[in-house]
């Protein structure tokens, strides 16, 4: 048997050291969920409050604009096939600076994460459970989370390709019933007025997008296959795009504007109109809710993953489990001192703007002095 | 040399030409008297020197083996000291002493009797009763004994498991061996129909506790000489014989080895049901999911072989063990490849569903009842809230205590003799299922709902509707500390424990919806017709990935 047979056997055997790595659509879905998370019921009302009618145009520059960001991130990730971008920063930028980029993507994340799980407990609060305190809703899905993220990556992805094949067309399901109640003539003026206002939303949409960043963290996991990689990421962020804008499309055709200012959970508002009379069909919300919940979990559990996995390799630690451990706590106190409506608002806009410099002013740089590096060292000494 | 022999061992005539003939027969008479003789003395200088070769038992032997026959008789008898179902058969045969040890109700007399003591002691035909034995044990085994099995033996501990296994241990004055003349016979359970997994159109035949019983099942389900059968032993005192069952150019790479590998650890004194070997071999062993495939079908076992895996039979026990084993592949039934496609991918949905069922379904009635009546529409919200005001407990009480008699019902009915069977299904069914409503403790909906559950975990592998109901009381705990959101958690709890588990390096939620597994789903949650299904499972890794157009398929 020659080498070329063994080895197309080996890959061939499902075995578990082949399933810690992931092909590059899995990756894609691993970003989708990952994207998705809690953002997809709080962030629609965020984009349309601004950009009214013209969200939608928003959220396809958004779209545009992010997956361009992703890209740049695979470009640069590329150039270091077997590192993840806390080896390469502090080579590219200095050991101080370096780290200091390491940390600027830790501290997002952070933001991120606490934000979700605010916005989480909050809304399942606010639906299901009343009288429930948000500290045990966030603890309840604390509780799994932690004990997801101390799993290994193999465990994450099946997982997640679980919840979007299952929840996915479930939650989908649920959601495209509310056409019922779609008004066109609430969408009109369709085309936008105000481009500068447009665009300006688009970049305000990040929260939609966020957690793309973790692409620099997940490159070496996916076997080398470049140009699928490249249309994965766009797939990935093509079929955000797409649910985005129907959320945006059906959400403003249904309650209008001006109806969506006072509702806090436009989305879930939405759903709740639905009825069929004499039917089954009625109070929606609930199960959309439900659906909801394996979603945000999936988002939360990778960045949490994410983030012990990163403090794990910054500080040479074989296992990420206990940093899962010590992250938690830090997390849950965070979320659960973001108690107002006010105060999640402004951390959001500060973790926007850390990722927006992050996305658009880091990454170009890095890459520029990547590909300075590799020019000025000789060929055959390799990229790093 | 040749011809000096023929200068030795020329005409008597020529040596002695004056002898009569007389004279000549005498001689010969004298040559063949010190032939007999010499021989006799060899034969004592044998046994003499064999005497002197009897060195002391080594430390993991309870005795060495003599040449004497006397010698070994209190050692054997001290072995089998109190066993009153050992029986000793003394007899003189061809010349020599000799000894017939076995085990009363596990020997066929029959067999050993035609076999060994006619041949040895001469039957009315036989006519050379006085020839003495040979000497040399492998011209015994050849030319005398017309047992198809029988082994030489030297060690004193192969002599008494042989004995132990049901055949019989054959001892001549003179050597210093054993001999084990296969004479298995034993009583044992017929081929039955399996009694965990029966079925509607496919085999009916399933195994019992006979290990070679249960592989002729398999050999006879597929003539391919790459089928290999592995036996081992297993357990310090019980010797259990474990087969393992694989295909030699299909297994996956490094499987064999590493059960092998894990078997070997194994350290035990006794194995009496093949669920000690699975705890042994498993990774995970708190999970309450089955990490090996447990099934009683021989179908079963073959499919899985020639899929790349391996069929580990425990002697003693009906239960064979599959590695490696995933979610889906207990979740299938051999019935599913006996009805067409379409209805068998209707079936394996509703079974699927109905898994789903038998964990949540009295989760989801707390969590609604008590938190969210809301979600249902209102006239069912209504009628729900009448049932329920008759009775004095909150939904959590009510759902437990339903659940602790229907989990004593079921235990009931397995240990129950099955005669009667049918008379405790009656008063646990209909009497206690009825007076429990009239008498205010529970309401209709909950006994629906708490009867839907049962059937439901009935309706797949029994160790897995076991794993499912052992996952019931959280899911009840949790709905009713947190409602739905509470059966969402635990639900994703237990996807994310299902997804860390490993059976054999493969993840024991397999290739459900693995996208890098994608040939697979055509086999999974549904099945696709067979001609679609060319490849073997991707997920087991088999070294021959094509089933049909290839020819090593």
Same mark, same amino acid.
């Given at each position: 048997?020659?080498?070329?047979?063994?080895?197309?056997?080996?890959?061939?055997?499902?075995?578990?050291?082949?399933?810690? @790595?992931?092909?590059?659509?899995?990756?894609?879905?691993?970003?989708?969920?990952?994207?998705?998370?809690?953002?997809?019921?709080?962030?629609?009302?965020?984009?349309?409050?601004?950009? +009214?009618?013209?969200?939608?145009?928003?959220?396809?520059?958004?779209?545009?604009?992010?997956?361009?960001?992703?890209?740049?991130?695979?470009?640069?990730?590329?150039?270091?096939?077997?590192?993840?971008?806390?080896?390469?920063?502090?080579?590219?930028?200095?050991?101080?600076?370096?780290?200091?980029?390491?940390?600027?993507?830790?501290?997002?994340?952070?933001?991120?994460?606490?934000?979700?799980?605010?916005?989480?407990?909050?809304?399942?609060?606010?639906?299901?459970?009343?009288?429930?305190?948000?500290?045990?809703?966030?603890?309840?899905?604390?509780?799994?989370?932690?004990?997801?993220?101390?799993?290994?990556?193999?465990?994450?992805?099946?997982?997640?390709?679980?919840?979007?094949?299952?929840?996915?067309?479930?939650?989908?399901?649920?959601?495209?019933?509310?056409?019922?109640?779609?008004?066109?003539?609430?969408?009109?003026?369709?085309?936008?007025?105000?481009?500068?206002?447009?665009?300006?939303?688009?970049?305000?949409?990040?929260?939609?997008?966020?957690?793309?960043?973790?692409?620099?963290?997940?490159?070496?996991? *996916?076997?080398?296959? @470049?140009?699928?990689?490249?249309?994965?990421?766009?797939?990935?962020?093509?079929?955000?795009?797409?649910?985005?804008?129907?959320?945006?499309?059906?959400?403003?055709?249904?309650?209008?504007?001006?109806?969506?200012?006072?509702?806090?959970?436009?989305?879930?508002? *939405?759903?709740?109109? *639905?009825?069929?009379?004499?039917?089954?069909?009625?109070?929606?919300?609930?199960?959309?809710?439900?659906?909801?919940?394996?979603?945000?979990?999936?988002?939360?559990?990778? *960045?949490?993953?994410?983030?012990?996995?990163?403090?794990?390799?910054?500080?040479?630690?074989?296992?990420?489990?206990?940093?899962?451990?010590?992250?938690?706590?830090?997390?849950?106190?965070?979320?659960?001192?973001?108690?107002?409506?006010?105060?999640?608002?402004?951390?959001?806009?500060?973790?926007?703007?850390?990722?927006?410099?992050?996305?658009?002013?880091?990454?170009?740089?890095?890459?520029?002095?990547?590909?300075? +590096? +590799?020019?000025?060292?000789?060929?055959?000494?390799?990229?790093? | 040399?040749?011809?000096?022999?023929?200068?030795?061992?020329?005409?008597?005539?020529? =040596?002695?030409?004056?002898?009569?003939?007389?004279?000549?027969?005498?001689?010969?008479?004298?040559?063949?008297?010190?032939?007999?003789?010499?021989?006799?003395?060899?034969?004592?200088?044998?046994?003499?020197?064999? #005497?002197?070769?009897?060195?002391?038992?080594?430390?993991? /032997?309870?005795?060495?083996?003599?040449?004497?026959?006397?010698?070994?008789?209190?050692?054997?008898?001290?072995?089998?000291?109190?066993?009153?179902?050992?029986?000793?058969?003394?007899?003189?045969?061809?010349?020599? /002493?000799?000894?017939?040890?076995?085990?009363?109700?596990?020997?066929?007399?029959?067999?050993?009797?035609?076999?060994?003591?006619?041949?040895?002691?001469?039957?009315?035909?036989?006519?050379?009763?006085?020839?003495?034995?040979?000497?040399?044990?492998?011209? %015994?085994?050849?030319?005398?004994?017309?047992?198809?099995?029988?082994?030489?033996?030297?060690?004193?501990?192969?002599?008494?498991?042989?004995?132990?296994?049901?055949?019989?241990?054959?001892?001549?004055?003179?050597?210093?061996?054993?001999? #084990?003349?296969?004479?298995?016979?034993? =009583?044992?359970?017929?081929?039955?129909?399996?009694?965990?997994?029966?079925?509607?159109?496919?085999?009916?035949?399933?195994?019992?506790?006979?290990?070679?019983?249960?592989?002729?099942?398999?050999?006879?389900?597929?003539?391919?000489?790459?089928?290999?059968?592995?036996?081992?032993?297993?357990?310090?005192?019980?010797?259990?014989?474990?087969?393992?069952?694989?295909?030699?150019?299909?297994?996956?790479?490094?499987?064999?080895?590493?059960?092998?590998?894990?078997? /070997?650890?194994?350290?035990?004194?006794?194995?009496?049901?093949?669920?000690?070997?699975?705890?042994?071999?498993?990774?995970?062993?708190?999970?309450?999911?089955?990490?090996?495939?447990?099934?009683?079908?021989?179908?079963?076992?073959?499919?899985?072989? !020639?899929?790349?895996?391996?069929?580990?039979?425990?002697?003693?026990?009906?239960?064979?063990?599959?590695?490696?084993?995933?979610?889906?592949?207990?979740?299938?039934?051999?019935?599913? !490849?006996?009805?067409?496609?379409?209805?068998?991918?209707?079936?394996?949905?509703?079974?699927?569903?109905?898994?789903?069922?038998?964990?949540?379904?009295?989760?989801?009635?707390?969590?609604?009842?008590? !938190?969210?009546?809301?979600?249902?529409?209102?006239?069912?919200?209504?009628?729900?809230?009448? %049932?329920?005001?008759?009775?004095?407990?909150?939904?959590?009480?009510?759902?437990?205590?339903?659940?602790?008699?229907?989990?004593?019902?079921?235990?009931?009915?397995?240990?129950?003799?099955?005669?009667? =069977?049918?008379?405790? #299904?009656? =008063?646990?069914?209909?009497?206690?299922?009825?007076?429990?409503?009239?008498?205010?403790?529970?309401?209709?909906?909950?006994?629906?709902?708490?009867?839907?559950?049962?059937?439901?975990?009935?309706?797949?592998?029994?160790?897995?509707?076991?794993?499912?109901?052992?996952?019931?009381?959280?899911?009840?705990?949790?709905?009713?500390?947190?409602?739905?959101?509470?059966?969402? %958690?635990?639900?994703?709890?237990?996807?994310?424990?299902?997804?860390?588990?490993?059976?054999?390096?493969?993840?024991?939620?397999?290739?459900?919806?693995?996208?890098?597994?994608?040939?697979?789903?055509?086999?999974?949650?549904?099945? %696709?017709?067979?001609?679609?299904?060319?490849?073997?499972?991707?997920?087991?890794?088999?070294?021959?990935?094509?089933?049909?157009?290839?020819?090593?398929?």
């Amino acid at each position: 048997m020659d080498r070329k047979t063994i080895c197309a056997k080996v890959i061939r055997m499902a075995n578990l050291e082949q399933k810690a @790595k992931m092909s590059p659509l899995q990756l894609s879905i691993v970003l989708v969920t990952l994207c998705f998370g809690v953002s997809m019921i709080t962030s629609t009302s965020e984009i349309i409050a601004p950009a +009214k009618q013209s969200a939608w145009v928003s959220i396809i520059w958004g779209g545009v604009i992010f997956c361009g960001a992703a890209l740049l991130m695979v470009k640069l990730g590329n150039l270091f096939p077997n590192d993840t971008f806390v080896e390469y920063m502090p080579k590219l930028w200095g050991q101080f600076f370096g780290t200091l980029i390491v940390w600027w993507l830790n501290v997002i994340m952070v933001l991120m994460f606490s934000i979700a799980l605010a916005n989480f407990s909050r809304t399942i609060t606010f639906f299901l459970f009343d009288r429930t305190p948000t500290e045990v809703i966030a603890l309840g899905l604390m509780s799994v989370c932690i004990y997801g993220a101390l799993q290994d990556f193999g465990t994450i992805l099946r997982m997640m390709q679980i919840v979007f094949f299952i929840i996915g067309p479930s939650i989908n399901t649920v959601w495209l019933s509310s056409l019922i109640n779609f008004q066109p003539e609430n969408l009109s003026p369709l085309w936008p007025e105000d481009w500068g206002n447009t665009i300006t939303v688009s970049f305000q949409a990040w929260p939609a997008f966020g957690g793309y960043e973790y692409i620099l963290l997940l490159l070496p996991l *996916v076997h080398p296959k @470049k140009k699928s990689l490249t249309f994965s990421i766009s797939a990935a962020f093509g079929f955000i795009i797409i649910n985005y804008t129907s959320f945006v499309l059906i959400t403003i055709a249904v309650l209008s504007p001006q109806g969506i200012q006072s509702s806090p959970y436009p989305i879930l508002e *939405v759903i709740r109109g *639905v009825q069929i009379p004499g039917t089954f069909v009625e109070r929606l919300e609930g199960y959309f809710m439900l659906f909801w919940i394996p979603i945000a979990l999936s988002s939360h559990l990778i *960045v949490l993953w994410g983030l012990a996995q990163t403090r794990m390799r910054q500080n040479q630690y074989m296992d990420h489990r206990p940093l899962v451990l010590i992250l938690a706590p830090l997390l849950y106190t965070l979320s659960i001192l973001l108690d107002s409506l006010e105060a999640i608002n402004a951390l959001n806009k500060l973790d926007t703007w850390l990722a927006l410099i992050f996305s658009f002013m880091i990454i170009p740089i890095s890459l520029i002095l990547a590909w300075r +590096k +590799k020019r000025s060292v000789p060929q055959n000494s390799g990229a790093t | 040399m040749k011809k000096n022999n023929a200068k030795n061992f020329c005409k008597l005539s020529k =040596v002695q030409p004056t002898a009569t003939h007389s004279a000549a027969k005498q001689q010969l008479t004298k040559l063949t008297e010190l032939i007999a003789q010499s021989s006799h003395v060899g034969k004592e200088i044998e046994q003499v020197v064999a #005497s002197f070769r009897q060195v002391a038992a080594p430390d993991n /032997e309870p005795f060495a083996l003599s040449s004497v026959l006397s010698e070994n008789i209190p050692l054997i008898r001290t072995a089998f000291e109190d066993c009153d179902d050992v029986k000793f058969r003394f007899f003189t045969g061809k010349g020599r /002493e000799a000894l017939l040890v076995y085990l009363d109700g596990m020997t066929d007399i029959t067999l050993l009797e035609k076999n060994v003591l006619e041949i040895l002691m001469g039957s009315k035909n036989t006519a050379n009763t006085q020839q003495s034995i040979p000497i040399d044990p492998s011209s %015994l085994e050849k030319d005398l004994i017309t047992s198809a099995s029988m082994t030489t033996m030297t060690n004193a501990s192969e002599t008494l498991d042989a004995v132990l296994t049901g055949n019989a241990l054959l001892i001549i004055d003179g050597i210093n061996k054993g001999f #084990s003349i296969g004479s298995k016979s034993h =009583v044992k359970r017929a081929i039955e129909e399996a009694k965990t997994e029966a079925v509607a159109q496919g085999a009916h035949d399933g195994f019992n506790e006979t290990l070679s019983d249960n592989i002729v099942l398999i050999r006879r389900r597929a003539r391919d000489t790459n089928m290999k059968i592995r036996i081992l032993q297993l357990g310090e005192r019980s010797k259990t014989s474990i087969a393992l069952v694989y295909i030699a150019n299909l297994v996956k790479p490094g499987l064999l080895e590493e059960i092998e590998r894990r078997i /070997e650890l194994i350290s035990t004194d006794i194995i009496i049901v093949s669920q000690t070997v699975q705890e042994f071999l498993c990774e995970h062993p708190w999970t309450p999911f089955p990490l090996l495939q447990r099934t009683e079908r021989p179908d079963v076992v073959t499919a899985a072989i !020639y899929e790349g895996r391996v069929g580990i039979l425990v002697d003693t026990t009906p239960m064979a063990l599959i590695a490696p084993c995933t979610y889906n592949s207990t979740m299938q039934s051999i019935d599913d !490849y006996s009805a067409a496609p379409v209805t068998a991918s209707f079936i394996r949905l509703l079974r699927h569903f109905a898994a789903f069922i038998s964990i949540f379904m009295p989760g989801i009635y707390i969590a609604v009842v008590s !938190y969210h009546p809301g979600m249902l529409p209102t006239s069912l919200a209504i009628s729900i809230a009448e %049932l329920r005001a008759r009775t004095p407990f909150p939904a959590f009480l009510e759902v437990l205590l339903m659940l602790v008699v229907l989990e004593i019902f079921q235990e009931a009915i397995i240990r129950t003799p099955s005669k009667i =069977v049918t008379a405790a #299904s009656v =008063v646990g069914g209909f009497v206690i299922g009825t007076t429990i409503v009239q008498a205010g403790i529970s309401n209709p909906l909950l006994v629906v709902v708490m009867a839907v559950t049962a059937i439901t975990s009935f309706s797949m592998n029994y160790s897995l509707g076991l794993a499912f109901r052992t996952l019931r009381l959280p899911i009840i705990l949790l709905s009713s500390i947190l409602g739905l959101y509470g059966v969402m %958690l635990g639900a994703l709890a237990i996807l994310i424990h299902m997804c860390s588990l490993m059976s054999f390096g493969e993840s024991y939620i397999g290739g459900l919806f693995d996208i890098t597994l994608l040939e697979d789903w055509k086999d999974a949650l549904v099945r %696709l017709p067979i001609k679609f299904s060319k490849a073997r499972p991707k997920q087991y890794g088999s070294q021959d990935h094509m089933r049909q157009g290839d020819k090593n398929g």
